[in-house]
């Protein structure tokens, strides 16, 4: 779990606050949803991100993300079996970061199991050896917008976001993605 100084966890505590009484009028506000996935998980609160996660998959059943994020909630709470049952799904759907998914740390629980590393080995044996990240650019609908956009090992750095090839910008990351991959997808 990441180490929190007491300003931050102020801080998440009241967007905690601000997200679980906006969705009171509106439980079935996505961005709110993902944002206070996200604050529940940084806070330490993995149940409860859980069930936002699990929320998610069921308001957006072909995200990507949405299923990625509920593999590392099932993985910070222990839960192997399903963490894997959602990984794949969440391949299935497009999510095919290899690279980032070695390093994930919500992900270090099942990157012991050999089952996610048979999963890894066949994704990498399927790329010809490829693990530089691969990210699915969505619409909110679950469609696909800009098909796949290759990322270089180096930072992540890729050569056109989809706003500047005219499409729209994804609003979607996972949890654990770096402030730099978030700049890159965020409106």
């Excluded at 961005?31 to 929320?55: C, P, S, W």
């Excluded at 890729?158 to 990351?173: D, I, S, V, Y």
Aim: proline share 2%; glycine share 8%.
């Amino acid at each position: 779990m990441e180490k929190l100084n007491k300003k931050e966890i102020e801080g998440l505590d009241f967007e905690i606050s601000f997200y679980e009484n906006l969705l009171k009028d509106k439980p079935d506000f996505v961005n709110a949803l993902i944002l206070l996935g996200e604050a529940y998980t940084r806070r330490g609160f993995y149940e409860k991100g859980l069930a936002v996660d699990k929320q998610l998959v069921k308001l957006l059943p072909h995200d990507a993300i949405a299923n990625y994020n509920l593999a590392c909630s099932y993985s910070l709470i222990g839960d192997i079996g399903s963490s894997l049952k959602a990984i794949k799904i969440a391949i299935k759907k497009g999510y095919s970061d290899i690279d980032f998914m070695q390093k994930d740390p919500d992900l270090e629980t099942i990157r012991k199991d050999s089952r996610f590393k048979k999963l890894v080995d066949k994704l990498i044996k399927e790329r010809g050896g490829d693990v530089d990240g691969i990210w699915l650019i969505q619409e909110e609908d679950g469609e696909k917008a800009n098909k796949k956009e290759s990322f270089s090992k180096e930072g992540y750095k890729k050569t056109k976001t989809p706003k500047e090839k005219g499409g729209k910008k994804n609003t979607k990351t996972c949890r654990s993605c770096s402030k730099e991959q978030k700049d890159r997808f965020s409106v």
